[in-house]
């Protein structure tokens, strides 16, 4: 089942200047844009301090803002309170 977004994101081919230049961040943080930092990409300003929050929060390992057990809660509550398939 494939459903397009509610909300348009940001393409590669489409993301130019300081979008392009937040993606390459954004992989450099987390080796992926997620579709989130894409959507988010529509007001770069914002998006310049929401990337390394996010990787923050879904890096693992000693400096992770959240523990492994709590983020997973956390996304699977999220998934089924939008009726996600995650």
Same mark, same amino acid.
């Given at each position: 089942?494939?459903?397009?977004?509610?909300?348009?994101?940001?393409?590669?081919?489409?993301?130019?200047?300081?979008?392009?230049?937040?993606?390459?961040?954004?992989?450099?943080? /987390?080796?992926?844009?997620?579709?989130?930092?894409?959507?988010?990409?529509?007001?770069?300003?914002?998006?310049?301090?929401?990337?390394?929050?996010?990787?923050?929060?879904?890096?693992?390992?000693?400096?992770?803002?959240?523990? /492994?057990?709590?983020?997973?809660?956390?996304? /699977?509550?999220?998934?089924?309170?939008?009726?996600?398939?995650?």
């Amino acid at each position: 089942m494939n459903v397009p977004p509610r909300v348009p994101i940001v393409q590669d081919d489409s993301a130019t200047g300081e979008v392009d230049s937040i993606f390459r961040g954004a992989e450099d943080l /987390l080796a992926f844009v997620s579709n989130f930092a894409r959507t988010a990409a529509y007001v770069p300003s914002v998006t310049r301090w929401l990337i390394p929050m996010i990787a923050s929060i879904q890096r693992g390992g000693s400096d992770a803002a959240l523990d /492994l057990r709590i983020k997973e809660l956390v996304i /699977l509550r999220t998934s089924t309170r939008n009726r996600c398939f995650f």
